[in-house]
Nanobody
Framework: QVQLIESGGGLVQAGGSLRLSCAAS????????MGWFRQAPGKEREFVARIRWSGTRLYADSVKGRFTISRDNAKNTVYLQMNSLKPEDTAVYYC???????????????WGQGTQVTVSS
């Protein structure tokens, strides 16, 4: 199995920045595509960003130009740099690992427990 632990969430003013980290253990990290999803109360879990083992990146339209996903396979860690944060970015952010690249929550093989991000007006 793969265990994913997120960190770096918190409270920030609109326009500010946060950097989320996801540390992985268990199976070989480089075998998986990694991604970030988020979920606000009463809403469906939605795709934010993914990075393939090849390094190819994909972002949701709502975060393009503001968020950057990266990975360090040697450290078994994936990051999400979030800049120019908006109140609508407020959600629990979940790290995800998939054998095949996906942007669909139902296709995710492993989930982290989530970290809260709150953006004030």
């Amino acid at each position: 199995q793969v265990q994913l632990i997120e960190s770096g969430g918190g409270l920030v003013q609109a326009g500010g920045s946060l950097r989320l980290s996801c540390a992985a253990s268990g199976r070989t990290f480089s075998n998986y595509n990694m991604g970030w999803f988020r979920q606000a109360p009463g809403k469906e879990r939605e795709f934010v960003a993914r990075i393939r083992w090849s390094g190819t990146r994909l972002y949701a339209d709502s975060v393009k130009g503001r968020f950057t996903i990266s990975r360090d396979n040697a450290k078994n860690t994936v990051y999400l740099q979030m800049n120019s944060l908006k109140p609508e970015d407020t959600a629990v952010y979940y790290c995800a690992a998939t054998y095949f690249a996906t942007s669909q929550p139902n296709d995710v093989n492993y989930w982290g427990q989530g970290t809260q991000v709150t953006v004030s007006s």
